[in-house]
């Protein structure tokens, strides 16, 4: 008899710690942990800790995309912008002189490197070769430092320039309007560091 009020009031008492876990699963919203589960509740919980951290490290990271992406979007409209902004500045008949003259530059710089070419892969003479080789590449530098030179120089406020580098000299066209003696040394020490050209060699004139 006593045997059986003690297996009557064991039942009892796992009903109620059944009870009691499945309630607080339910207000918790936390899975309850296995009987069979061997390990430690402590260890249990610093799981659970470090899943929610792993959580939260991913909504960072999705937040720090969109911030980027965000950051990337209005960098392409500023340059947009910018780029409105000097075509509106120019004049129609600025905006046809630039075009017209840089494509003529790019015309006859391409003449000249199709002719060196030529000369490279068809003579016989070694020593035109290398004539040639020095020069394709002295007009290779050359038309990297007027890029340089005019990507430079519209970062100083000049709307559009056009730079022409020919036997030590230098040549720099810029729209009219921004030019005086303040700017016009500021391009000139702008071409002095790209391409080394002296002072007394660089012409700044507006059009």
Do not use: H
């Not at 297996?7 to 876990?21: R, S």
């Not at 000139?188 to 560091?193: A, S």
């Not at 080394?196 to 660089?202: A, S, V, W």
């Amino acid at each position: 008899m006593t045997f059986g009020k003690r297996q009557l009031m064991i039942a009892a008492m796992v009903a109620a710690l059944g009870t009691a876990v499945y309630l607080n699963w339910q207000f918790s919203g936390v899975e309850p942990v296995s009987v069979t589960d061997s390990r430690p509740a402590e260890s249990v919980s610093k799981q659970l800790g470090q899943t929610t951290y792993v959580n939260t490290e991913v909504s960072g990271a999705k937040s720090e995309k969109s911030d980027v992406s965000k950051s990337e979007t209005s960098k392409k409209e500023k340059v947009k912008e910018t780029v409105q902004e000097v075509s509106s500045i120019l004049t129609k008949e600025q905006q046809e002189y630039f075009s017209s003259e840089r494509a003529k530059r790019t015309q006859s710089q391409d003449k000249a490197q199709e002719a060196l070419s030529d000369i490279i892969e068809g003579s016989t003479s070694e020593t035109a070769k290398k004539d040639a080789l020095k020069i394709a590449e002295k007009l290779a530098n050359t038309i990297k430092a007027e890029g340089d030179i005019e990507a430079e120089i519209r970062t100083k406020g000049f709307s559009e320039c056009l730079v022409s580098i020919n036997n030590g000299n230098c040549t720099v066209i810029v729209a009219k309007g921004n030019l005086n003696e303040a700017t016009a040394l500021t391009v000139k020490d702008i071409v002095n560091r790209q391409a080394g050209i002296e002072f007394d060699k660089i012409t700044v004139t507006e059009i």
